[in-house]
Nanobody, 122 residues
């Protein structure tokens, strides 16, 4: 599965953004999907995950209640709705196929594709 994330931008604290992740290939609906982010000087970190059918989701603590992950298998697309953005959300955001929502690990740790920059000003 080849993935491309887009939808980032420069916003103010409290604003919202919706990221999209478009997948090529015919296996999108067979994999759990996740969003990760990498801030300057930090390692890439898991943010949210969703099961292949969309029935199970998981969020890391800092984004719980503010971010919502979803997917549209008919359109091979995953989404990350980000509300009440904070400066600490500033990072490059990536989407990836997951081993599973339970492990929160990427299926392929060597092919991240192009992320999308999110910058939140205070």
């Amino acid at each position: 599965v080849q993935l491309q994330a887009f939808g980032g931008g420069l916003v103010q604290a409290g604003d919202s953004l919706r990221l999209s992740c478009v997948a090529s290939g015919r296996t999108f609906s067979n994999v759990d999907m996740g969003w990760f982010r990498q801030a300057p000087g930090n390692q890439r970190a898991f943010v949210a995950g969703i099961s292949r059918g969309g029935t199970v989701t998981y969020y890391e603590g800092p984004v719980k209640g503010r971010f919502t992950i979803s997917r549209d298998n008919a359109k091979n697309t995953a989404f990350l709705q980000m509300n009440s953005l904070k400066p600490e959300d500033t990072a490059v955001y990536y989407c990836a196929a997951l081993e599973s929502v339970a492990t929160r690990k990427p299926l392929n740790d060597h092919n991240w594709g192009q992320g999308t920059q999110v910058t939140v000003s205070s």
